[in-house]
């Protein structure tokens, strides 16, 4: 049984909290937040902290804070040579204070409150300086059911720079899309089958492979009317940067 500490009440604590109470493998031994009543709903009240001394001895502590606050909160923490990790993809496990055995536990997935989560369907970076501190990584990764890969913190901040690219900025695409529509008369739910199609075919294909469109096609009719059809320069811009991206990668592919 892994006795775990999550320090943090936001999403992806909130996540990982209703994960840990599911699973027999894992004794969630307390919950820190200044604001008990952000996981009142998930957690009994004598398993919540509020200051760090109140803190208990686990065999892992998981600090689920916004990047800019990790190296703070875990200076903060009152003890030595305990095994403390943090769940950020653009962190450096170096950014955790020394006093205590560092590692990283990054669920690589979009998190939205009230959300139910599945982590049998999320990859799990597990990174340590102790090789037994990275089987309890281990352990505690397939105690929620999720698959897990060894990640350098260089390698880490480069898979989440490409995260980035294919969820955040994706989505900023959604939502100029959205905004063509509105000023056109149009409902979004039209694209929303397109949208479901092309992220299932990169389930089977590279997405080289099923790249389509008048950029691949070099369909030079179709993409000047596309231009002259767009009315905010910055969504211009776009079209021009991505249209060029799209043919440059098709050039290196032949």
Same mark, same amino acid.
């Given at each position: 049984m892994i006795k775990a500490t999550v320090i943090g009440s936001g999403n992806v604590a909130q996540h990982l909290i209703q994960a840990f109470l599911k699973s027999d493998a894992i004794a969630l031994q307390q919950v820190f937040s200044r604001q008990k009543e952000s996981v009142l709903h998930l957690v009994d009240d004598s398993k919540i902290a509020t200051n760090w001394q109140?803190?208990?001895e686990?065999?892992?502590y998981i600090i689920a804070v916004s990047d800019s606050a990790i190296a703070e909160v875990s200076s903060n923490l009152p003890f030595k040579n305990r095994f403390v990790v943090h769940t950020s993809g653009g962190v450096p496990l170096e950014e955790l204070d020394s006093k205590n055995r560092r590692g990283v536990f990054y669920p690589l997935q979009t998190f939205t409150k009230d959300k139910e989560v599945d982590f049998s369907k999320i990859p799990i970076c597990l990174e340590s300086e102790v090789d037994d501190d990275y089987t309890t990584l281990e352990d505690l990764a397939e105690a929620i059911g999720a698959k897990h890969y060894l990640i350098s913190s260089d390698q880490r901040k480069s898979l989440h720079v490409a995260a980035v690219f294919v969820n955040n900025f994706t989505n900023h695409l959604y939502q100029i899309g959205k905004e063509i529509c509105a000023e056109h008369q149009l409902p979004f739910e039209i694209l929303k089958p397109l949208i479901a199609e092309t992220a299932e075919k990169v389930q089977h294909l590279s997405p080289l492979e099923a790249q389509t469109g008048p950029a691949k096609r +070099?369909?030079?009719n179709t993409i000047q009317a596309h231009l002259a059809l767009l009315t905010n320069n910055?969504?211009?811009?776009?079209?021009?940067?991505?249209?060029?991206?799209?043919?440059?990668? +098709?050039v290196k592919k032949l």
């Open positions: 109140q803190l208990l686990s065999d892992i +070099n369909d030079q910055m969504q211009k811009e776009i079209y021009k940067i991505l249209t060029q991206s799209i043919q440059q990668s +098709n």
